[in-house]
């Protein structure tokens, strides 16, 4: 029903910066709670960042403090903003949303963020 599609993803330096987005289908964009979740080689999916319909996010502490998440509501878009970007931020990035009510649960295909030393 929910269709995402990530985008921003790069090869960078270590301290660089990148904005990922994610843009959503559907027609109640505005009742996800939209986040961000990375998975590196040989790890598990891990969340990176949250937003909630209301506003509220929630980080990874990985996260805190260098990454951003926003939401557009009005262009159903979700965006992570990745500054302060080290090695260790290395993943495949996915977006994920879920819906309210049953608490559907979707993905996106991912982008593939490098970080170099």
């Known amino acids: 029903q929910v269709q995402l599609v990530e985008s921003g993803g790069g090869s960078v330096q270590a301290g660089g910066s990148l904005r990922l987005s994610c843009a959503a289908s559907?027609?109640?964009?505005?009742?996800?709670?939209m986040g961000w979740y990375r998975q590196a080689p040989g790890k598990q999916r891990e969340l990176v960042a949250a937003i909630t319909s209301g506003g509220s996010t929630n980080y990874a502490i990985s996260a805190k403090g260098r990454f951003t998440i926003s939401r557009d509501n009005a262009k159903s878009t979700v965006y992570l903003q990745m500054n302060s970007l080290k090695p260790d931020d290395t993943a495949v990035y996915y977006c994920?949303?879920?819906?309210?009510?049953?608490?559907?649960?979707?993905w996106g295909k991912g982008t593939l963020v490098t970080v170099s030393s």
């Open positions: 994920n949303a879920k819906t309210p009510g049953i608490l559907m649960t979707y």
């Open positions: 559907g027609s109640r964009f505005s009742s996800n709670t």
